[in-house]
C-alpha cells in the first residue's frame, strides 16, 4: 500500500523560503512519478511541480518557475519542494502525489494521480 506524508509546511514572510518533504512508504520515489500540488482557500486545486519516475525529467508551472526546485533523494525515499521567493499567492494546503506519469500538463489538478497525502499548510504572510 502506497503510503505519502507531507511535512515541512509553517508560516514563513513573503520572500524566504521552505522546504517541504514528500515521504513515500510502498513504493520507490526512483520508479514512480512523484507531484507537488497546492489547493488555496476558495481556488481549485493546481499543479506546481512533478519529477518523472525512472528519470531526470522535472516540470514546473509557470507559478513556480525560477523560485521552486523539486528533487528526490532515493536513500530516504523522499521527494523535496524548495521554494524560494515565497509570496502571499503561495499560501495553500501544498500535498504530494505519486503514479506512473507526471500529469500532461504542468498546472493541472492531477485528477489522474491515485495516491496522495494529506497535505501541509503553507501560509505566507507578513
Known amino acids: 500500500q502506497v503510503q505519502l506524508v507531507e511535512s515541512g509546511g509553517g508560516l514563513v514572510q513573503p520572500g524566504g523560503s521552505l522546504q517541504l518533504s514528500c515521504s513515500a512508504s510502498?513504493?520507490?520515489?526512483?520508479?514512480?512519478?512523484v507531484g507537488w500540488f497546492r489547493q488555496a482557500p476558495g481556488k481549485e486545486r493546481e499543479g506546481v511541480s512533478c519529477i518523472a519516475g525512472g528519470e531526470d525529467l522535472k516540470y514546473y508551472a509557470d507559478s513556480a518557475k525560477g523560485r521552486f526546485i523539486i528533487s528526490r533523494d532515493s536513500s530516504k525515499n523522499t521527494v523535496y519542494l524548495q521554494m524560494n521567493s515565497l509570496k502571499p499567492d503561495d499560501t495553500a494546503v501544498y500535498y504530494c502525489?505519486?503514479?506512473?506519469?507526471?500529469?500532461?500538463?504542468?498546472?493541472?489538478?492531477?485528477?489522474?494521480?491515485?495516491?496522495w497525502g494529506k497535505g501541509t499548510l503553507v501560509t505566507v504572510s507578513s
Open positions: 502525489a505519486a503514479d506512473m506519469n507526471c500529469p500532461y500538463y504542468n498546472d493541472s489538478p492531477g485528477y489522474e494521480m491515485r495516491n
Open positions: 510502498g513504493m520507490s520515489v526512483d520508479y514512480y512519478a
